[in-house]
C-alpha cells in the first residue's frame, strides 16, 4: 500500500496562530482563560484545550472582567464593543487575512457600497464578517440565490476565505449584472486555495481518498467535494479510529489530506494506523535500511518542515525534524529581539515550523531558524495586504533621510517625508516612536523594499469626508466649520473636507471694510449654507445669518426718549455716526451735538470716543435712527439738579427736627 499525504494538510497560518496564542495565554496566566465559541472546528483538539482549562462561553453577557479568546473566524464589530464596555480582557487570534475582509468590507459599506458575501450564512466567519457592515450584507451560496439579488447602484462582493475558486467565479459573475459598479475582491485565503489545489492533484491518482477534519469544518467538506471529483472512493474521518480499515486494504494507492483545524497528531496517528509494519518482517537489513532511509523526511537548504522539541537550554533548541539528523535552533536565529531566550518560547514537546538553514553545522546537526519562519509569514502577510490596497499599522523607529524608518507585522520599510501628510511636514521627530495607518505603496520581496503612505489614507479619508458632507449637506443648515484663510472679498470655510466661502457681505450685518474685523484663520464659527454646487464645487455660507438682525433686537429693547450709550464710528461734515450696543448705526446730527455752535463734529468728537445720546425718533420703515447727545447731556444736567435739590431737602429737614429735639 502507497500512501500520499497532499501538501499544505492540516493547520492553516490562521489555526496555528490561533492555537499557539491560546496555549500561551494558558500557560501565562492563573486566570480563567475563555473562549467565544469552539476555538478551532476539531473537536479532539477543543477537548484537549478544554482539558488545559480553556471555558468555551457562547455568549458575553454574563462575563466582567475575564480574558476571552477571540477565535480565528473573528466576531462583529458589535461583539468587539460590547467586550470593551465590559472590561474583558480582549486576546484577538482572528486570522489576519479574514481581519482584511472586515476592514474590506466595513470601508465600502461605509463609502456606500451594498455588500455581497459568497459563503456559508451560518458559518461564524460571515457572521462575523456581516457584522463590520451592520448586518446588512446579502449572503448567497447558490447561483439561485446571485440571481435573485436585487439591482443595486454600488456592490463590493467579498468570499469566505475558505471558499473554492470555482464557486466564488460562478457566483461572482452572475453579481456582476446585478450593480452599476462592481468591485469584486478574491477573499479566498492563499492556503485554501493550494490546499485544495494539492487535495485535486493527489485525488487524480489515488485510488482511495481520507480527508481527515471536523465534520462541520468547513473548508474539511470542500476538500472532501473536491475529492469526490476525482476520486470514487473517499473517506471523510475525524480521527484514526473511524478508518475503514478493512475497505482500504484492498487499495494500492490511498491519499491523504486534512482540514486547516485538524492537528498534525491526529494525521500522525492516521498515517502510522494505515502504515503495515508487518509487510517489513521479511525484509534484509540492507532493505530495511533502505525503508528506514526512506521513511526520513528529505530537506533541503531553504526548506520549511515541521519537527518537535526535543529539548531547551538557555542558548539554543533542539528539535526533531524527522531527519538522519536532529536540527539546532540556536538563539540569533531564534528572533529577531535580542532580549527574547530559547525558554521564553518554547517548552519540550512543543510542534513548530522551523526554517532549514545548513545542513550540517560540522558536527552533524542541521541549523535552523525559527526568525525565518516568522519573516516568511510576515512577508506574506504584508504582500497581501499590498495586492489587496489594504491599510496596514506602521511603527515609525527612527527619523532617517528623506523621511521615517517604519515596522509593518515584523518587516522594515520606509515612508518618505512627501508620503507622511496631505500637508507638508518639516519637522518628522514628532512621529518617531508612533503607530501611523499607512497603504503600501511599493513592494519588492526580492529587494526586500517596502515604501508606505500615510498620505494615501489620508487622502481616502479626505475624499470620504467629502462624500458625506455633499451627501448631508442642505439649505440653511446649520454647521460647524474652522476659519481656513481670509482674502479682501470674504473668508473660507473648511466644514470638513470641503470649503465654503462667507462673502464680506455676509460676514456682518454692519457694513466692514475686511473679513479681520470679523473672523481670524483657525476660529471654529457656526454658519449657516446659502446655497450650493456639487457641480461647480462651491458653497456660499452665511455668518451673520446665524445671529439676530441688529435691527431686530434694537426695536425689542430702544424707545424713543431713552439715553443709550454707543460708540462713534464715523464722523462727516454734517454729522456723526454713533453705534450702539444692539449693533445697528444712529446719526448724531451735527446741531444735536452741543448748545453751543459746533461748525463739524471732529472739532469735538474723535473716532472710537463712547458716548451717551438720546433716541429723538426711529423711522421704522427707513430703519434710520436719529440721536441727541446735547439733549442726554440735558436730561442728565437736570438729573443731577434733582439729585442736589432732593439732597438739600433732606439736610433741612434733618437739621429742624435737630433743633426740635434739643428744645
Not at 532617517?400 to 515584523?410: E, I, M, N, P, R
Not at 500637508?423 to 508612533?434: A, Q, R
Not at 446741531?591 to 463739524?600: A, G, M, P, Y
Request: hydrophobic share 35%.
Amino acid at each position: 500500500m502507497e500512501i500520499i499525504l497532499a501538501d499544505k494538510a492540516g493547520f492553516c497560518y490562521g489555526v496555528k496562530r490561533a492555537v499557539e496564542m491560546t496555549e500561551k495565554e494558558l500557560s501565562n496566566t492563573k486566570e480563567k482563560v475563555y473562549s467565544l465559541g469552539p476555538l478551532i472546528h476539531n473537536p479532539q483538539a477543543v477537548k484537549e484545550f478544554e482539558e488545559k482549562g480553556l471555558m468555551v462561553i457562547d455568549e458575553i453577557s454574563e462575563i466582567r472582567d475575564s480574558k476571552v479568546i477571540i477565535r480565528s473566524h473573528g466576531v462583529s464589530k458589535e461583539i468587539v464593543d460590547k467586550m470593551k464596555e465590559q472590561n474583558i480582557d480582549i486576546v484577538d487570534s482572528t486570522c489576519p487575512y479574514v481581519k482584511s475582509v472586515h476592514n474590506k468590507v466595513e470601508e465600502y459599506h461605509k463609502q456606500g457600497y451594498n455588500i455581497v458575501i459568497v459563503g456559508d450564512k451560518n458559518h461564524p466567519e460571515i457572521i462575523g464578517i456581516n457584522g463590520w457592515c451592520n448586518n446588512k450584507a446579502f449572503i448567497i451560496n447558490s447561483e439561485e440565490e446571485a440571481l435573485n439579488l436585487p439591482k443595486m447602484d454600488k456592490v463590493c462582493v467579498v468570499s469566505q476565505t475558505t471558499n473554492t475558486q470555482e464557486k466564488f467565479a460562478r457566483l461572482s459573475e452572475i453579481v456582476k449584472e446585478k450593480g452599476n459598479e462592481v468591485k469584486i475582491f478574491n477573499t479566498i485565503c492563499n492556503a485554501t486555495n493550494h490546499r485544495q489545489e494539492a487535495c485535486r492533484e493527489v485525488a487524480k491518482k489515488v485510488d482511495a481518498m481520507i480527508v481527515i477534519g471536523g465534520y462541520h469544518s468547513s473548508n474539511t467538506k470542500k476538500l472532501a467535494d473536491i475529492s469526490k471529483k476525482y476520486c470514487k472512493h473517499v473517506y471523510h474521518i475525524e480521527t484514526k479510529d473511524e478508518l475503514p480499515l478493512d475497505e482500504i486494504q484492498k487499495f494500492n494507492k490511498i491519499g491523504i489530506t486534512a482540514g486547516a483545524s485538524t492537528p498534525d497528531w491526529i494525521i500522525k496517528e492516521v498515517i502510522e494506523t494505515m502504515e503495515n509494519l508487518s509487510n517489513n518482517d521479511n525484509l534484509s537489513n540492507s532493505e530495511m535500511m533502505e525503508v528506514i532511509e526512506s521513511s526520513f523526511t528529505k530537506i533541503h537548504r531553504g526548506d520549511v518542515v515541521k519537527g518537535k522539541v526535543i529539548f531547551v537550554t538557555d542558548d539554543e533548541v533542539m528539535v526533531n525534524i524527522n531527519y538522519k539528523a536532529d536540527g539546532i535552533i540556536t538563539r540569533d536565529e531564534l528572533s529577531n529581539d535580542p532580549d527574547i531566550k530559547p525558554r521564553d518560547l518554547f517548552n519540550q514537546g512543543d510542534e513548530i515550523d522551523v526554517y532549514v538553514v545548513k545542513l550540517d553545522d560540522g558536527e552533524g546537526n542541521v541549523v535552523l531558524s525559527t526568525k525565518r519562519i516568522e519573516e516568511i509569514k510576515n512577508w506574506d502577510i504584508v504582500e497581501n495586504f499590498y495586492k489587496e490596497k489594504e491599510r496596514v499599522e506602521c511603527k515609525v523607529l527612527n527619523v532617517v533621510k528623506g523621511g521615517l524608518s517604519v515596522l509593518v507585522h515584523g518587516i522594515n520599510g520606509f515612508m518618505p517625508a512627501s508620503q507622511i501628510s496631505l500637508k507638508y511636514v518639516s519637522d518628522l521627530n514628532p512621529y518617531k516612536g508612533k503607530t501611523l495607518i499607512a497603504k503600501i505603496i511599493d513592494f519588492d520581496r526580492s529587494r526586500r523594499r517596502v515604501i508606505l503612505s500615510r498620505k494615501e489614507v489620508e487622502r481616502e479619508e479626505l475624499n470620504n469626508r467629502r462624500k458625506e458632507l455633499w451627501a448631508s449637506l442642505e439649505v440653511d443648515q446649520i454647521r460647524e466649520g474652522v476659519v481656513q484663510r481670509l482674502t479682501d472679498f470674504g473668508a473660507f470655510v473648511d466644514l470638513g473636507g470641503v470649503d465654503g466661502l462667507i462673502h464680506i457681505s455676509d460676514l456682518s450685518w454692519n457694513r466692514i471694510k475686511h473679513p479681520s474685523e470679523v473672523v481670524t484663520e483657525g476660529q471654529k464659527v457656526n454658519v449657516k449654507v446659502l446655497a450650493f454646487d456639487r457641480e461647480k464645487n462651491r458653497i456660499s455660507l452665511g455668518l451673520k445669518q446665524t445671529m439676530e438682525e441688529p435691527w431686530i433686537a434694537f426695536s425689542k429693547n430702544v424707545n424713543i426718549g431713552d439715553i443709550v450709550e454707543g460708540t462713534v464710528v464715523n464722523l462727516l461734515d454734517f454729522g456723526a455716526f454713533v453705534r450702539l450696543k444692539e449693533g445697528v448705526d444712529g446719526l448724531l446730527h451735527v446741531s444735536q451735538i452741543s448748545k453751543d455752535h459746533v461748525n463739524k463734529p471732529s472739532d469735538v468728537l474723535s473716532i472710537g470716543d463712547k458716548i451717551k445720546v438720546k433716541v429723538i425718533d426711529i423711522n421704522g420703515d427707513e430703519k434710520k435712527i436719529s440721536l441727541s447727545l446735547k439733549e442726554a447731556k440735558e436730561a442728565e444736567e437736570k438729573e443731577n439738579e434733582a439729585s442736589q435739590l432732593n439732597n438739600l431737602k433732606e439736610e433741612v429737614e434733618f437739621t429742624i427736627e435737630d433743633m426740635v429735639e434739643k428744645n
